[in-house]
């Protein structure tokens, strides 16, 4: 299949190329020239299959032309080593919990599926590959770990000094190998700037491979479309969809998950709706409300995987729905909620439901919460595990609620190495020249 530039400046790309290039080189997003649908067959029976068999008919739809069967279904069945089940919380409102992957939260799907497939589309290559990757806490994390040791692949991690939990921080600053931490004296805004400047740099990419690994790579985001068709399959098999509509709920900061579940939709998947849930960064709910689309630099909140003030992604929803406002705003609602919202969101379902909400996923369930109609069913993805967030969620809740799973204690007792830069361009440069 090509994959074509959402600015439409340059030529179609392969597969290939289109993961290995990660931005297209007129600065747009990889977008497939084509959405396969499912019949509507395939979705009287989804219940009956695993979540790897169905991640593995999504796949086949996307990758099904670049990549022989057996290896897809290799790469699927060791990227999915762990389940995204869905919980009740209320009588119609559900979590997906995508936080039970190895760094517990919903890039992992995205991040092991790309490490795999960029792994077998190097395999005849002798050059070494750069991935850099810039984060707001847990992109860094989930990718450097899909990545460790992956031979012929060094991955450069650009994070904003300070504004990172130390959960998050030690997830990717200890592994060592070839992982290499940058601890940027800036926002996130400012490494995404970074890498981006990086990528469209003609002397270094002469010298350098370099590659994406951010939620604008389609090997990230597309197999974030899975997930959704596992939760619906799993409502059906619970028989909780009867009669009834359903409507997601997406924790948003870059809008890669919510644009998978877009995906998904065009696949035929049956959604009447999504909710964008955001933070007090919410250029995305203003576009909803006014058509007017307005970028910003991002501001701090408690829930700061979505503290994104540029959601690189929003290009690829204007794409899919030829920028028609009325359009995406008909399919999309929006909510945002302050940090003291938030706070008191993860309190009330704590104390109501007895369910342990992270900052991010709070303000998914409140969404639905405040919004969902008789005749409908709610998922909120809870995008993260509570964990993962301790420092918060102890200050909210009382401290001693928030058991560390072992996964994360682990991290935790590693020694941290990074290395500290500036934010101007010119630093970053001359240290992947220096390294690579
Ligand atoms: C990355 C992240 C988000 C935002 O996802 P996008 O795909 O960038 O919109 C939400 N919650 C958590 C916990 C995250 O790590």
Redesign the pocket.
């Known amino acids: 299949m090509k994959y074509y530039s959402t600015n439409r400046q340059t030529p179609e790309v392969s597969l290939r190329d289109a993961v290995i290039k990660g931005l297209a080189a007129d600065n747009g997003l990889f977008m497939p020239e084509i959405i396969h649908k499912f019949s509507p067959a395939f979705f009287e029976t989804i219940q009956n299959l695993t979540f790897q068999e169905i991640a593995f008919e999504v796949a086949l739809k996307f990758f099904g032309e670049d990549i022989p069967e057996s290896k897809l279904r290799e790469i699927i069945y060791d990227t999915l080593s762990f389940d995204c089940p869905v919980v009740q919380i209320t009588e119609n409102i559900y979590s997906l919990e995508l936080?039970h992957g190895p760094t517990l939260?919903?890039?992992d799907v995205g991040a092991r599926f790309m490490a795999r497939l960029l792994n077998y589309f190097l395999a005849d290559r002798n050059k070494k590959v750069n991935v850099l990757v810039a984060t707001?806490?847990?992109?860094g994390s989930?990718v450097a770990n899909g990545f460790l040791g992956v031979e012929g692949i060094h991955v450069y991690v650009l994070y904003p000094k300070g504004k990172v939990s130390k959960i998050q921080e030690s997830q990717f600053t200890t592994l060592g190998q070839n992982i290499t931490a940058l601890e940027i004296d800036g926002t996130f805004d400012d490494c995404q700037h970074l890498v981006k400047t990086a990528f469209l740099d003609k002397e270094l990419n002469e010298k350098l491979v370099l590659t994406s690994a951010n939620?604008i790579n389609v090997a990230r985001?597309l197999p974030?479309s899975f997930y959704y068709f596992n939760a619906f399959a799993r409502l059906k098999q619970m028989g909780k969809l009867d009669g009834k509509e359903l409507v997601f709920s997406?924790?948003?900061?870059?809008?890669?998950?919510?644009?998978?579940g877009l995906f998904a939709r065009e696949m035929g998947l049956p959604v009447a709706k999504f909710i964008a849930a955001n933070n007090a960064n919410h250029v995305v709910y203003d576009y909803l409300k006014t058509s007017d689309y307005q970028p910003r630099s991002s501001v701090e909140t408690l829930?700061n995987?979505?503290d994104?003030g540029t959601?690189?992604?929003f290009a690829r929803i204007l794409d899919l729905y030829g920028h028609n406002h009325k359009i995406i705003s008909d399919l999309i609602s929006g909510c945002w909620y302050s940090d003291e919202q938030i706070g008191a969101i993860v309190q009330s379902v704590y104390s109501k439901h007895n369910y342990l909400c992270?900052?991010?996923?709070a303000c998914g369930f409140q969404a639905l919460e405040e919004s969902l109609k008789d005749n409908q069913v709610g998922v909120f993805?809870e995008?993260?595990h509570p964990a993962?967030f301790t420092e918060t969620m102890e200050k909210l809740l009382g401290t001693g609620e928030i058991p560390l799973p072992e996964a994360l204690a682990h991290f935790m007792t590693r020694k941290k190495k990074s290395c500290e830069l500036g934010k101007e361009y010119s630093f970053f440069k001359t240290f992947l020249l220096n390294e690579g």
């Open positions: 936080f939260a919903f890039k707001s806490g847990d992109t989930a939620s985001f974030q997406v924790p948003s900061g870059n809008f890669g998950n919510l644009t998978a829930a995987a979505m994104v959601p690189s992604n992270d900052p991010h996923g993805l995008t993260a993962k």
